[in-house]
């Protein structure tokens, strides 16, 4: 990648000159299981782990869930997630679904037992500029992220942007449409979030005159109207299930019909998805198809929230003022203690909520008071039965597992009223991993 050089002329405000950012990587070794001997050198992150295919460290293991792992770099520390694993992640013992971790640390996951230690330092790529389209930011995290929307900008594969609401998924995936070759053909978006069941199908297929009631014309969907160009599916882990496979039917054939119709229609256009949810747990609980996410997640990019980036909100603030038309000097506005404090707030809505408080300040003159995110209230103790406390660890644990077990079973089939599969949509839970706990605890 060229890197700017001192005397070119820049706009706005100069990032630092650094053409890459060091990352010390992974280094996982199954060292107990059906797949011991098994090793991972990692070039990237996140670091995932899991028996479906376009896992970075594919298993065999039929205890391991299809996505069970995801690893990454926090510091000198490891963060490990489960993202909703049928049989979870133990680590010394103790399930965990987020925990950091020392190098050298060993996972249990079904019954593999992994190994994560220090890897090999790399250069991450970094964007020379601290813009790209809409987006803005200086700190590496972002710079990384629009290094990779440039990047995925080149090809036409599809694109998974996974991030909290208010990061700024829609911008950018119009910066990744502005960037490829499809630049000036239509860029069409469906919020799937919005669209009651009924309707979804004919926002995305388009319906015939007739096809339902109301349906006095015929409507060309978004499939048809992003002929050519990028079709970006926001909030695409709310699709109904009932749906995916008719989305999943026309990515994969590049045709569809109608609703009410007969002519299959030809489309040619790129699909970028974006949702708040994480969809490898949806994967792993049945509730979203695993060939859909196939389909949807050939490129994932991960959006950092704004807490994450925070040395970010003086170029954002300044970015969200001039485009606004506010010329003059930016502290005139906003002091630099006020952005001091911009800068340590927590941002629950995130780009989206200083974009806002930066056009509070434009109509009125000053900046409001930030409120603090309410404080989280000390969860109930558990009374813990005196007997359980002078048993050996794992035994006591074992009694409370049960004991909880059998009454959250009771309770989920009093409210499915016995039926199986509902339980297990109600509790997110594999309905086979469910029947396996009815049948432990004599249930079914």
């Given at each position: ?380 103790p558990v009374p813990v039965p005196e007997s359980l406390l002078e048993l050996k660890y794992k035994d006591a ?48």
């Amino acid at each position: 990648m060229p890197v700017r050089m001192a005397d070119e002329p820049t706009q706005g405000t100069q990032p630092d000159r650094v053409a890459g950012l060091p990352l010390r990587t992974l280094f996982l070794e199954v060292i107990e299981g059906p797949d011991a001997g098994a090793t991972l050198r990692s070039t990237s992150e996140p670091v995932t782990v899991g028996t479906a295919e376009g896992n970075d460290l594919r298993l065999t293991d039929a205890s391991v869930s299809r996505y069970h792992l995801e690893l990454s770099r926090r510091g000198d520390r490891v963060l490990a997630v489960d993202p909703g694993s049928t049989n979870g992640t133990e680590v010394n013992g103790v399930l965990v679904e987020r925990a950091q971790l020392a190098a050298g640390a060993v996972l249990g996951l079904g019954r593999t037992r992994l190994r994560v230690s220090d890897g090999a330092t790399v250069s991450l790529e970094l964007h020379g500029e601290d813009a790209l389209g809409g987006l803005r930011g200086r700190t590496p995290v972002m710079r990384r992220l629009m290094a990779q929307v440039a990047k995925a900008a080149r090809s036409d594969a599809s694109a998974l942007l996974i991030g909290e609401s208010g990061t700024g998924k829609e911008l950018i995936a119009r910066a990744i449409h502005d960037q490829s070759a499809r630049a000036g053909k239509p860029f069409v978006t469906v919020d799937c979030g919005t669209l009651s069941p009924g309707l979804v199908a004919s926002e995305l297929f388009g319906h015939e005159r007739g096809a339902f009631t109301g349906a006095d014309r015929r409507h060309a969907g978004a499939f048809e109207r992003a002929h050519g160009g990028t079709l970006f599916l926001d909030e695409v882990g709310e699709l109904p299930p009932a749906l995916q496979p008719a989305l999943l039917g026309a990515l994969d054939r590049r045709r569809f019909r109608r609703v009410g119709g007969t002519e299959e229609i030809e489309v040619e256009l790129r699909v970028i998805s974006a949702t708040n949810r994480d969809l490898r747990a949806e994967v792993n609980s049945g509730a979203f198809r695993l060939d859909l996410y196939y389909r949807l997640a050939v490129v994932r990019l991960d959006v950092p929230p704004l807490r994450d980036r925070s040395d970010d909100v003086p170029v954002l603030v300044e970015h969200f003022l001039r485009e606004a038309g506010h010329d003059g000097p930016i502290d005139r506005l906003i002091s630099p203690r006020v952005m001091e404090g911009l800068q340590k707030h927590h941002w629950p809505g995130n780009v989206r909520e200083l974009r806002n408080l930066v056009e509070a300040v434009l109509a009125m003159g000053e900046a409001p008071k930030l409120e603090a995110p309410p404080a989280k209230e000390a969860p109930a103790p558990v009374p813990v039965p005196e007997s359980l406390l002078e048993l050996k660890y794992k035994d006591a644990r074992k009694q409370v597992l049960d004991a909880f077990e059998r009454r959250y079973l009771e309770a989920l089939l009093s409210r499915a009223k016995g039926n199986v599969s509902q339980a297990a949509r109600v509790s997110a839970m594999d309905r086979s991993h469910l029947i396996d706990l009815l049948s432990k605890h004599k249930l079914r």
